[in-house]
Nanobody
Framework: QVQLVESGGGLVQPGGSLSISCVNT????????WDWYRQAPGKERELVAS???????TYSDAVKGRFAISRDNAENSVYLQMDSLEPEDTAVYYC??????WGQGTEVTVSS
């Protein structure tokens, strides 16, 4: 059924930028909202960004002004553009579709 494939994670220096993506390659779930969560070792999972089908976005205070979520409904995909990255942004990032389906995670490491 739903298959969420994430990509784009990696190592970036503080102040740098990175874009990660998630594509639903399984059954179509076109009208559902997309979320990005992240979890750092030893820390609680955190919701960082959400976008509805109609494009309404929300962000956590920690990332607002630095991250931008977008979606391509024709491609069944969601993206997270991350700018001005800080070491505190280091985490595994997960896309979530419809509040129920999770991607495999992509690691983002911010370090000099």
């Amino acid at each position: 059924q739903v298959q969420l494939v994430e990509s784009g994670g990696g190592l970036v220096q503080p102040g740098g930028s990175l874009s990660i993506s998630c594509v639903n390659t399984g059954i179509i779930f076109r009208f559902a909202a997309w979320d990005w969560y992240r979890q750092a070792p030893g820390k609680e999972r955190e919701l960082v960004a959400s976008i509805t089908y109609n494009g309404m976005t929300t962000y956590s205070d920690a990332v607002k002004g630095r991250f931008a979520i977008s979606r391509d409904n024709a491609e069944n995909s969601v993206y997270l553009q991350m700018d001005s990255l800080e070491p505190e942004d280091t985490a595994v990032y997960y896309c979530v579709l419809g509040g129920n389906y999770w991607g495999q995670g992509t690691e983002v490491t911010v370090s000099s």
